[in-house]
């Protein structure tokens, strides 16, 4: 079918949606949304321009929020396939756990093709329906420009960008890392969660403990802000440090973390904003890199680097 105006989804948009008048669809599964399913939901299209796209339905109920209320919504982003004029499953999601204390909402990333016809589909178990808001982002190039470019110094790289959701693998274990190490990332944060914000974990066991190499390091941010905080790892305690100020939203900001000898910078957009003295470390091994483990941060990260300082 040929979208009309209604139904068309544009970046930027802010759609309120409701379901509850709706047929039901039977909808693929798709993504995490693991089963085919037969609900009423809402039918959306996207035309691809070739950003990363975020779709999400992470907001409180559209009217008179509530726990018991809130609409348990899925959202699942199907590619049209012009040649067999059949829809191709690209990505799918119920339930983000990133979306905090409304944690039945969803989100859906992707990165989309230029001119590509997209078919979004929003529903939820409840055979009642609900109502929703769905938010579409998109995302180019990041707005600061990388200063680093991946190499085979690099002990770990990421390009991104990535909407941050729990980790259940680690992407990669860095067998010998140095004593002295830069993490370099740009970070978007899009909004504040109520709890710790988890955005890396670089540890030898996944388990939030105290232990030296445990949280080599650890980034978040503090509870109810956009206040970066970091948790380093030495041989005799655990060294907190976290940055004055917080971080605008919607904006990307180029952090580096520099571990060397006995001093702690932070840097934020080439500007130093932290500095401090930290204790020995011993060399480890098999540490393993998370983006994100448990609670995380509503935020987009991208040119993420670990390596040698």
């Given at each position: 079918p040929t979208p009309t105006k209604i139904d068309q989804l544009f970046c930027g948009d802010s759609i309120l949606g409701d379901t509850t008048t709706e047929k039901k669809k039977e909808v693929k599964s798709?993504?995490?949304?693991?089963?085919?399913?037969?609900s009423p939901g809402k039918k959306f299209y996207f035309e691809g321009d070739g950003s990363f796209i975020i779709m999400s339905t992470c907001h409180e109920y559209t009217e008179g929020a509530s726990i018991s209320n809130f609409f348990d919504s899925r959202i699942r982003v199907f590619g049209m396939n012009v040649e067999t004029n059949t829809e191709?499953?690209?990505?799918?999601?119920?339930?983000?756990a990133g979306c905090g204390l409304w944690n039945t909402a969803s989100t859906a990333q992707f990165q989309s093709e230029l001119n590509v016809q997209y078919a979004v589909y929003v529903d939820g178990p409840r055979t009642s329906g609900g109502l929703f808001e769905l938010d579409i982002s998109c995302v180019g190039a990041p707005s600061v420009a990388p200063t680093r470019s991946p190499t085979i110094s690099k002990l770990f790289y990421f390009k991104g960008p990535l909407k941050i959701n729990p980790s259940v693998e680690y992407l990669q274990m860095i067998t010998s890392p140095p004593t002295d190490y830069a993490l370099h990332f740009v970070i978007r944060?899009?909004?504040?969660?109520?709890?710790?914000?988890?955005?890396?974990?670089?540890?030898?066991?996944r388990v939030n403990g105290m232990d030296y190499g445990q949280r080599v390091p650890i980034v978040y941010f503090q509870p109810g802000t956009t206040i970066l905080h970091f948790s380093i790892g030495t041989d005799s305690f655990l060294e907190e440090q976290f940055l004055s100020r917080s971080m605008t939203l919607n904006i990307d900001h180029e952090v580096e973390l520099k571990v060397v000898g006995s001093t702690l910078t932070v840097s934020v957009n080439g500007v130093l904003e932290s500095s401090i003295t930290v204790g020995t470390r011993s060399q480890l091994s098999n540490v393993e890199?998370?983006?994100?483990?448990?609670?995380?941060?509503?935020?987009?990260?991208?040119?993420?680097?670990?390596?040698s300082a």
């Open positions: 798709c993504g995490d949304v693991v089963n085919e399913t037969n191709e499953c690209v990505a799918g999601n119920d339930d983000d944060p899009l909004g504040i969660v109520e709890g710790w914000g988890n955005i890396f974990v670089f540890t030898t066991a890199v998370y983006i994100g483990i448990g609670d995380v941060a509503n935020a987009i990260i991208s040119d993420v680097s670990f390596s």
